[in-house]
T-cell receptor, first 110, second 115 residues
Framework: GENVEQHPSTLSVQEGDSAVIKCTYSDSASNYFPWYKQELGKRPQLIIDIRSNVGEKKDQRIAVTLNKTAKHFSLHITETQPEDSAVYFCAPGGYQKVTFGTGTKLQVIP | DTGVSQNPRHKITKRGQNVTFRCDPISEHNRLYWYRQTLGQGPEFLTYFQNEAQLEKSRLLSDRFSAERPKGSFSTLEIQRTEQGDSAMYLC?????????????FGPGTRLTVL
């Protein structure tokens, strides 16, 4: 099965700074790389995803970069805001299913 | 509301009892997933369906767990002879699976507490 690791497990940043979370995976067949955000007491929600034929994707303050050779992809959040505080999960996979990482708790300090 | 719904939202039961949860996916979605999530962990895959067919079941899932999706729409997850270790949030997700992407939309979850 897929082994998924996220680093760091916790991250505190000052409001306005950038945050980067890295996800490493083991299955070279993975071709879909999403990031989910889960606020306290709420359900996970997709915030950005990337396919294996693309190296980078941006959506306003959020970006995802993929290094398929090294089997890792990263979430980048710029100009962080207090509402970005949440747990972020990577979930690499493919057509069959995805495997969630253990999560990164991001705290944005006002 | 056209999102994924789950019932009940909370369930408290005594050890040894059976419980059943229901998930109603987004109507046009052909895939339905069940996950279990404990505090501080990511969602742990339990099983998934494509239409009415159960395509995979986690090796971690004991025989006390069973899931059905009889008409390819809603799904039920039953846990027999519950144990305290079954206490968790049970999440359902649905997706419209395409060749590469499989964006999953989650329901609010059912929180199970086994006393």
């Amino acid at each position: 099965g897929e082994n998924v690791e996220q680093h760091p497990s916790t991250l505190s940043v000052q409001e306005g700074d950038s945050a980067v979370i890295k996800c490493t995976y083991s299955d070279s067949a993975s071709n879909y790389f999403p990031w989910y955000k889960q606020e306290l007491g709420k359900r996970p929600q997709l915030i950005i995803d990337i396919r294996s034929n693309v190296g980078e994707k941006k959506d306003q303050r959020i970006a995802v970069t993929l290094n398929k050779t090294a089997k890792h992809f990263s979430l980048h959040i710029t100009e962080t805001q207090p509402e970005d505080s949440a747990v972020y999960f990577c979930a690499p996979g493919g057509y069959q299913k995805v495997t969630f990482g253990t999560g990164t708790k991001l705290q944005v300090i006002p | 509301d056209t999102g994924v719904s789950q019932n009940p939202r909370h369930k408290i039961t005594k050890r040894g009892q059976n419980v059943t949860f229901r998930c109603d996916p987004i109507s046009e979605h052909n895939r339905l997933y069940w996950y279990r999530q404990t505090l501080g962990q990511g969602p742990e895959f339990l099983t998934y369906f494509q239409n009415e067919a159960q395509l995979e079941k986690s090796r971690l899932l004991s025989d006390r767990f069973s899931a059905e999706r009889p008409k390819g729409s809603f799904s039920t997850l039953e846990i027999q002879r519950t144990e305290q270790g079954d206490s968790a949030m049970y999440l359902c997700a649905s997706s419209l699976a395409r060749l590469i992407t499989d964006t999953q939309y989650f329901g609010p979850g059912t929180r199970l507490t086994v006393l």
